[in-house]
């Protein structure tokens, strides 16, 4: 019987979240086929020197990502890949471990482009007063660190405007974007910004245009930001 977690035998990492993240990297690089059936609770148990409780634990975590699915007198099988939450943070930090993100980064631009100029946008209508401000403190951070650049620092906060103007939309679904995909914003910004591009006269445009509450400039100025080729992606082969 095909078994992809073989290789991964004599692990001493116990702890539940640990045994979940190897299975996933099984799973996600494809070791693991899609709908396939994985090895028997006390095969996983013996190879990852784990207890029953801890690996019950780590599926019931990858259960809950959509990545398994557990059925009586079937086994625990891994699921398709469009049952898979790519918005889940802890997910991402998986998919980024494994490196070679050139297709993950395109994806992500992608995404971007789709929702960030409209949430720029609903940021100028609708950002509170201490939103704005809270806005203003950080822009003042990045045009600072564009002018002595620091790759640790611009990432911090390049990471905190782009998560503010998603809070500032007033718009509920907005909200995860703010949040869970600060993993994605983090690794993103690092690659895009590694040689010093910081594009902070975009990011002024983007900031000046929601101070001003024109949701028009603040949409197209955007744009304009995740158009620029500074973000250096990689192409995929």
Not at 50 to 70: P, Y
Not at 131 to 140: D, E, K, N, P, V
Not at 153 to 171: A, I, P, Q, Y
Request: hydrophobic share 45%.
């Amino acid at each position: 019987m095909h078994n992809p977690f073989i290789q991964i035998a004599g692990s001493k990492r116990s702890l539940h979240v640990q045994v979940a993240r190897e299975i996933a990297r099984k799973i996600l690089s494809g070791e693991a086929a899609q709908n396939e059936i994985i090895p028997s609770e006390m095969v996983l148990c013996q190879q990852f020197s784990v207890s029953r409780t801890a690996l019950r634990e780590a599926i019931k975590l990858l259960t809950s990502k959509g990545l398994l699915e557990s059925k009586p007198k079937v086994g625990t099988r891994v699921k398709s890949r469009d049952n898979w939450n790519f918005l889940d943070a802890q997910l991402l930090d998986w998919v980024i471990d494994l490196g070679d993100n050139a297709i993950v980064y395109q994806e992500f631009l992608a995404l971007r482009k789709a929702i960030e100029p409209e949430a720029a946008a609903l940021a100028a209508k609708n950002a509170t007063a201490q939103q704005r401000i809270l806005l203003s403190a950080t822009f003042q951070q990045m045009d600072y660190v564009s002018k002595n650049f620091d790759s640790a620092k611009w990432m911090e906060v390049d990471m905190e405007f782009h998560r503010l103007v998603f809070l500032s939309t007033g718009n509920s679904f907005y909200l995860p974007f703010a949040n869970v995909l600060c993993t994605m914003f983090k690794s993103f910004i690092s690659h895009s910004s590694e040689k010093g591009g910081t594009c902070i006269g975009e990011h002024r445009a983007i900031y000046s245009a929601i101070m001003a509450g024109d949701a028009e400039k603040a949409r197209e100025a955007n744009i304009t930001l995740l158009a620029n080729t500074n973000h250096r992606l990689p192409t995929s082969n």
